[in-house]
């Protein structure tokens, strides 16, 4: 049973059109997060949401929203999609913010986008 | 959050032990140290966290000196499975955002 799990694994499309890339935890964990892992494998934070409200915008542009229909789904529209935007992108929770003590984050599979 | 320091890449062979030191030479009270293993088109795993001195677990070793201000993951007897990208985490518990550095890319060889 996977513990986050997102969908689609490998999402191709063109340019200005938009997207969506879904996420789900079976953890009961409180957290989920966004993070976008580019060409030069830096893995940088997007959005996190802790109990479906969001906590961190990491100057994200908006064509990109979140949007947790509950605590266990934190999906990832994605509006008039650019070349710039081909990337990894993983879904994760965890139980509080992450860094606590004897609490891990748990990665999704990644979805990989490319824009041509 | 403090800001995290380590080599971008080491090399090793299969049996040794690798040691990977993380600076974090502004780390707050509250922080712990958190250790994240990423193979290739996956995502980031747990390792190891600690606070102080040393934790140890089926996995790795975790080394932390009395003043915090770096810690060094140690991984026993390598195997090429272990070939992966090993980032440092340090951070406050209520912050909501693991930051990931650029990472230590281990490369063990036969």
């Known amino acids: 049973d996977t513990a986050v799990s997102q969908t689609p694994k490998y999402l191709v499309t063109q340019m200005g059109n938009d997207k969506s890339i879904k996420c789900e935890q079976n953890?009961?964990?409180?957290?989920m997060y966004w993070y976008k892992q580019d060409s030069k494998k830096f893995l940088k934070i997007m959005f996190s949401y802790n109990n479906k409200e969001l906590i961190i915008n990491e100057t994200v542009p908006n064509r990109f929203s979140p949007k947790s229909p509950d605590k266990a789904h934190l999906n990832l529209h994605i509006n008039s999609l650019e070349l710039g935007d081909s990337a990894v992108y993983f879904c994760a929770s965890s139980q509080d913010g992450g860094l606590s003590m004897n609490t891990e984050a748990f990665f999704g599979q990644g979805t990989r986008l490319t824009v041509v | 959050l403090a800001k995290t320091t380590q080599p971008i890449s080491m090399d090793s062979y299969e049996g040794q032990e690798v040691n990977i030191t993380c600076s974090h030479n502004?780390?707050?009270?509250?922080?712990?140290i958190t250790w994240y293993q990423q193979f290739p088109s996956q995502g980031p795993r747990f390792i190891i966290q600690?606070?102080?001195t040393k934790v140890t677990n089926e996995v790795a070793s975790l080394f932390i000196p009395a003043d915090r201000k770096s810690s060094t993951l140690s991984l026993p007897r390598v195997s090429l499975s272990d070939t992966a990208v090993y980032y440092c985490l340090v951070g406050d518990p209520n912050d909501y955002k693991l930051s990931f550095g650029a990472g230590t890319t281990v490369t063990v060889r036969a």
């Open positions: 502004n780390i707050a009270t509250n922080d712990y």
């Open positions: 953890l009961g964990h409180d957290t």
């Open positions: 600690g606070y102080k």
